[in-house]
């Protein structure tokens, strides 16, 4: 218990002196010396007999624990940024205001306007809304302790509390049970649990430091008040009161557990007389122990009650079946992912191996929540916990409430798997009690290997959760430290990823940043007179809320929307607006450009570091991806962030070719610095991993001062360089926008064996795409004719990863659809080599226009060769009378396979 009193100890003390205005980097080294000194004292003074044998397995097992979830530490050291959680970063850019600033000081009004303190658009929400702010002034503490940077020490911090939650679980075992072997096989089974690791890894600090605070307050007050009224509130205050600041989301599970508890204590055969008594001496603890919250978090008490309702509300809400972003426990793949058996985003193996593990997980939940509830009438404290998680889970599920199931799913481990080991190790029967621990051993073992997915995830691997990949791996944080030293002024990002925005405004305050990947003033945007939050702020504090609403309203004033034209019809008819920050821009200001790991942007310009400076002023051809209503961002909400009309989703491998790819949806936005007089626009597009049977090139457009065509609809994969385009000029700058063609699509949402129990509506896999983009560029036009265009083309796929290679209609292992085209350099003699494995088909191939050979291929190898063609480049067309459908579970269109084409 020990390790989360302590946080509580600190964080409140934090708390009510930041609000004093006092900022965090001022007082941390003294308070922290106090509280060393009082800790020693009351060691001394008490003496406190500690056996080392008891605490041997403990400690074992949480060096144990520190090691399987935080050995990306031993890795990358500070710099490991794990998910990149858009969560963490609001955390951090608030940990640096508070460090620097006092609760309830105003953000500098010049600063605020001309985008020089980022993390002052989060102070709307956490002075006027009363947003939980514990996780924030830890993070405070730390960094003013060691001056690191928030993201530097975000990650050993949670891992930190990711321990004391583990120790906290087992303090609540033996709370019920002195024998540690139920307590021992708790922190065990919850060290390797999947789930509890995942909200570490997922940086999901608040969660894990509170449900650390909720195990140590139920340890507390789930049992008769002991030691006197005033002894209890003290005791029982202090830890009730850090969890109302780290992550008062949780307190009704403790408020309906303690009610419970108590009431069954009520209603125990006792005489009348008896339950009044029982009665009257809980009311002055708990009067007590209110004094002592009321104490130590006052008037902040009442703020957090609207923005409580809103988060109740919001944890109910029906989720979209079709767009849902956590969609894993409305369907039966998530009693699996809740044991562990199959990871959230993971490979999910054979059909056979799915099943057995919906089975197996359903079963346990059914046994778990019998013993949760034989458990609850023994009036056990985590049983008591789980018992209310459960009811909540039930009504959640029957709401369609996909993000509280989520959650839940994580807040239950510890108090689910407590309730397990205790019930199991409390049965009579020795053989039993072997036997469980064999299961508990068996279960746990199935899982590890979730458990070491979720870990591995972390080191910056893309796939599932990842926001930001190859971050760690590529030394992020070390560069923009790097970076940092040089003076700067102003910064033009060209990131379209809000998490690496916001570790850029961490990095660069106090210089100007303008960040195209969207409005980070949200939070003071949303900022109303007619709302809940306001109007109970505007009542505790009115000249603080008045003030608030003046600021947040000249920070509106200041910036503004700007229009670019599609060109489909009429000026005006055809808009898409986005979000333009109309603050000064200095004439000096350095462009932080992202590299190949960060997108699929620029790839023709390329450069060997995650991110780095270049003269803003001589950046030709340089896009800055630009989030807008049609083309919004997967990571922010509102109307440039709904699910059909996301711009980029996060980075993933490529399948075919080292590097990285993005799934994109219809409209892309683009700033582009400098244009050549005569640009054009590079697009390296594959609907290949399309899955939808056709894997069609959509027909793709530049839009400019006019629309321009780029493709048409041949299928499988291209790279296509546009005829000369000029920009739409708006407000001083040039925009260009790519219209993908047609409108996204969702993968396919078979579901088959016992997946199709429940919930078959549901995706697991939300993207609404109209494809992968590998490379989207400007060039000039001098650039595209000085490309030396390959002679053959005939190692699949490699020789498609030329960049000077213009083709399209072909699928990166060699199949063609019924139109491919490739521009070839040579002279002599073309020869098209390849095989036709269906029926007799009609190819013609056409050089530079002009038909050139025209020939029925029986099924079998075939090779055609066209007459004598003059030097220079040349433009190859292939065109396929019929194409059909490979064999499954392989879905794609093609024609014939290409062995290989060029001059030889």
Not at 165 to 183: C, H, K, Q, S
Not at 383 to 392: D, F, G, K, N, S
Not at 488 to 509: K, P, T
Not at 876 to 902: M, W
Request: glycine share 8%.
């Amino acid at each position: 218990m020990a390790p989360g009193l302590g946080a509580a100890m600190l964080v409140l003390p934090v708390f009510v002196l930041n609000q004093m205005n006092v900022p965090v980097g001022r007082f941390a080294w003294p308070l922290t010396i106090v509280l060393c000194a009082a800790a020693a004292a009351v060691l001394w003074m008490r003496r406190p007999r500690v056996s080392p044998r008891r605490l041997a397995p403990f400690a074992l097992i949480l060096v144990c624990a520190a090691l399987l979830a935080g050995y990306p530490m031993l890795l990358y050291g500070f710099n490991w940024i794990s998910y990149g959680n858009n969560d963490m970063c609001s955390f951090v850019m608030m940990a640096h205001r508070f460090a620097s600033h006092g609760y309830y000081e105003l953000p500098d009004a010049a600063a605020l306007l001309n985008n020089r303190d980022l993390g002052a658009s989060y102070w709307f929400s956490y002075a006027i809304e009363g947003t939980r702010c514990g996780s924030d002034l830890l993070i405070a503490w730390l960094i003013s302790l060691t001056r690191l940077t928030g993201f530097q020490v975000y990650m050993p911090l949670l891992i930190a509390l990711h321990l004391s939650l583990i120790a906290a679980a087992g303090a609540l075992v033996l709370a019920e049970d002195r024998f540690p072997t139920a307590a021992i096989v708790t922190c065990a089974w919850l060290a390797v649990s999947p789930l509890n690791t995942l909200g570490a890894m997922y940086q999901l600090m608040p969660q894990v430091f509170g449900l650390a605070l909720l195990s140590i307050c139920a340890a507390i007050l789930l049992e008769p008040v002991k030691g006197g009224a005033a002894r209890f509130s003290f005791y029982a205050g202090v830890p009730v009161a850090a969890l109302i600041v780290a992550y008062y989301e949780i307190l009704p599970f403790l408020i309906a557990a303690a009610m419970l508890y108590h009431a069954f204590e009520l209603i125990s055969p006792s005489p009348s007389t008896r339950r009044m008594e029982k009665l009257r001496s809980l009311i002055l603890p708990y009067l007590g122990l209110f004094a002592v919250v009321a104490l130590f978090l006052r008037s902040w008490l009442l703020a957090i009650l609207p923005f409580l309702d809103r988060q109740a509300a919001r944890s109910f809400e029906r989720a979209d079946p079709n767009s849902s972003k956590f969609p894993y426990y409305l369907v039966p793949s998530g009693l699996a992912n809740l044991w562990g058996f199959v990871p959230i985003g993971g490979e999910q193996g054979p059909g056979w191996m799915m099943n057995a593990a919906i089975a197996a997980g359903g079963l346990l939940l059914l046994l778990a929540a019998g013993v949760i509830l034989w458990r609850a009438w023994k009036r056990s404290p985590a049983a008591l916990i789980a018992l209310a998680m459960l009811a909540v889970a039930a009504k959640l599920y029957a709401s369609g409430g996909d993000f509280g199931l989520f959650k839940l799913a994580m807040y239950i481990q510890p108090f689910l798997l407590a309730s397990l080991a205790s019930g199991a190790l409390s049965l009579p029967s020795a053989r039993i009690r072997k036997l469980s621990l064999a299961v508990f051993l068996l279960i746990a073992a199935l899982g590890l290997p979730s458990q070491i997915y979720y870990v591995r995830r972390s080191l910056g691997a893309p796939g599932s959760f990842a926001n930001l990949p190859m971050a760690s791996s590529r030394g992020l944080l070390e560069q923009l430290a790097l970076l940092r030293r040089q003076p700067l002024r102003s910064i033009i990002s060209d990131s379209d990823n809000v998490i690496l925005s916001s570790l850029e405004a961490v990095y660069f305050n106090p210089a100007e940043l303008n960040l195209p990947a969207g409005d980070f003033f949200q939070h003071a945007a949303n900022l109303h007179p007619e709302q809940d939050e306001f109007r109970m702020g505007n009542w505790l504090r009115p000249n603080l809320a008045q003030s608030a609403l003046r600021l947040a309203r000249a920070r509106q004033e200041r910036d503004g929307m700007a229009v670019f034209d599609m060109k489909t019809g009429p000026v005006g008819s055809s808009q898409n607006v986005f979000y333009r920050w109309r603050g000064p821009r200095q004439a000096d200001a350095r462009l932080l450009a992202t590299g190949p790991d960060a997108g699929p942007l620029n790839h023709r310009h390329p450069q060997s570091a995650f991110v780095a400076f270049a003269d803003a002023g001589q950046a030709r051809d340089h896009l800055i991806a630009v989030v807008s209503r049609l083309g919004g961002s997967e990571a922010i909400s509102g109307p440039f962030g709904t699910p059909g009309n996301i711009a980029f989703y996060s980075a993933e491998p490529d399948y075919f070719f080292p590097g990285m790819m993005a799934s994109a949806g219809r409209y892309l936005l683009f700033q582009i610095l400098h244009p050549s007089a005569r640009a054009r626009l590079v697009v390296e597009y594959t609907a290949t991993l399309n899955s939808d049977g056709e894997n069609r090139i959509p027909p793709i457009t530049a839009i400019g001062s006019e629309r321009i065509g780029i493709a048409r609809g041949a299928r499988g994969a291209g790279r296509f360089f546009s005829p000369v385009i000029e920009p739409q000029r708006i407000e001083g700058d040039d925009y260009l926008m790519l219209d993908m063609g047609r409108e996204p699509f969702q993968m396919p949402n078979d579901k088959s064996g016992l997946m199709g129990l429940y919930g078959r509506p549901v995706r697991l896999d939300r993207r609404r795409i109209t494809g992968f983009v590998r490379d989207i560029s400007a060039i000039s036009d001098e650039e595209y004719n000085a490309l030396s265009a390959p002679r053959t083309v005939e190692h699949f796929p490699s020789d498609l990863a030329n960049p000077n290679l213009e083709f399209a209609g072909v699928y990166e292992d060699g199949w063609a659809s019924e139109d491919a085209f490739f521009l070839l350099r040579g002279s002599s003699r073309l020869r098209l080599k390849g095989a036709a494995p269906f029926g007799p088909v009609e190819i013609t191939l056409l050089v530079d226009g002009r038909e050139s050979v025209k020939q029925k291929i029986e099924p079998g190898d075939f090779e055609l060769q066209s007459g004598e063609l003059a030097g220079g480049k040349h433009r190859i067309e292939i065109r396929a009378s019929a194409a059909a459908r490979l064999r499954p579970p392989d879905r794609r269109k093609a024609s014939y396979l290409i062995r290989g084409i060029g001059f030889w």
